[in-house]
T-cell receptor, first 115, second 116 residues
């Protein structure tokens, strides 16, 4: 079945540090890949997405590249801010394989950024 | 732009009581998904609807039921509540033809259910 594996958290960084959160996936088809962010006490917000191999999703300084050869979609940011503290979820949708395939989430990685 | 609206945002119930959560999708969206997120957990898929018909079913307990109405809003009914049902319940919506191309779902802010 389809699954997503994320690095465990929490990830603790100082402001302006470089961020990498690893994400690998297993899918039977050719999924779309997503990063969602959940700020404390809030809902899920789409951060970025990539719908095919070698696509790069980017938003708010975050980037992730869809790597089919390594089945990965690692999230990166060059300089984190305190306001980036949140839980980050990697997710996939194998929507091309079946008609109503739901989103499958990883377990989430908590990022804590200190001043 | 209009987003997915969920109500109530917070709900407190006693064990064995019943709760109903409502979801109003983005206008013109025809699919609705329900997810449950326990404390410190990732969101787990419960059930989805397309054009008022159930389209997929996940780990939804038999005590729960849901439906999508003619105006595309959806309700999740939970009966005989247990302590373990305390969670954040998310609704997501999409326009099916768009979702088929990208796989993207649009989430509401969630309804937090606390069972005492």
């Amino acid at each position: 079945g389809n699954s997503v594996t994320q690095m465990e958290g929490p990830v603790t960084l100082s402001e302006e540090a470089f961020l990498t959160i690893n994400c690998t996936y297993t899918a039977t088809g050719y999924p779309s890949l997503f990063w969602y962010v959940q700020y404390p006490g809030e809902g899920l917000q789409l951060l970025l997405k990539a719908t095919k191999a070698d696509d790069k999703g980017s938003n708010k300084g975050f980037e992730a590249t869809y790597r089919k050869e390594t089945t990965s979609f690692h999230l990166e940011k060059g300089s984190v801010q305190v306001s980036d503290s949140a839980v980050y979820f990697c997710a996939l949708s194998d929507h091309r394989n079946t008609g109503f395939q739901k989103l499958v989430f990883g377990t989430g990685t908590r990022l804590l950024v200190s001043p | 732009a209009a987003g997915v609206i969920q109500s109530p945002r917070h709900l407190i119930k006693e064990k064995r009581e019943t709760a109903t959560l409502k979801c109003y999708p983005i206008p013109r969206h025809d699919t609705v998904y329900w997810y449950q997120q326990g404390p410190g957990q990732d969101p787990q898929f419960l059930i989805s609807f397309y054009e008022k018909m159930q389209s997929d079913k996940g780990s939804i307990p038999d005590r729960f039921s849901a439906q999508q109405f003619s105006d595309y809003h959806s309700e999740l009914n939970m009966s005989s509540l247990e302590l373990g049902d305390s969670a954040l319940y998310f609704c997501a919506s999409s326009l099916e033809v768009y979702r088929e191309n990208t796989g993207e779902l649009f989430f509401g802010e969630g309804s937090r259910l606390t069972v005492l």
